[in-house]
């Protein structure tokens, strides 16, 4: 009867721990308003290239005419090296311009990252290719 019962928490245990990771990971509809957009152009001060979100920082002004600085969880490293971006393609003083999710809380700066436009003029994220496209058709 007690290997029985050690055979079970041995289960329950395992259970637990294969469960930890799905709930470590977070929706961005949790935290950023998806079905909005907002562009913003900026100067990147911070390019943060790693695991689970890269983040780019970027200030620009706010509504008012006032620096500020978004934080602009990014995806994956894996899923960005599969559109081309690496550790160099950002450089700390690029312009950029930004397509963003604003946070649910007006007051927090982190916004998610959709789209950026690099200074060179190429567009990476979700957009980039019907923007590529659109650009070709004019």
């Known amino acids: 009867m007690r290997h029985k019962w050690i055979g079970t928490l041995m289960i329950l245990g395992s259970v637990a721990l294969l469960r930890v990771p799905a709930l470590a990971h977070h929706s961005f509809s949790a935290y950023y308003v998806e079905a909005d957009t907002v562009e913003l152009d900026g100067e990147v001060v911070e390019f943060q290239y790693k695991n689970p979100h890269t983040w780019v920082a970027v200030q620009g002004q706010d509504p008012f005419g006032r620096p500020i600085i978004y934080n602009a969880e990014w995806g994956s490293v894996s899923a960005l090296e599969r ?51 659109r650009d070709r058709e004019r």
């Open 83 to 133: 559109q081309g971006v690496s550790k160099n393609t950002l450089q700390i003083g690029d312009r950029v311009t930004i397509w963003v999710s604003p946070n649910r809380n007006p007051g927090d700066n982190r916004v998610r990252l959709k789209r950026i436009r690099l200074p060179n003029g190429k567009t990476l994220g979700g957009q980039a290719r019907i923007d590529q496209q």
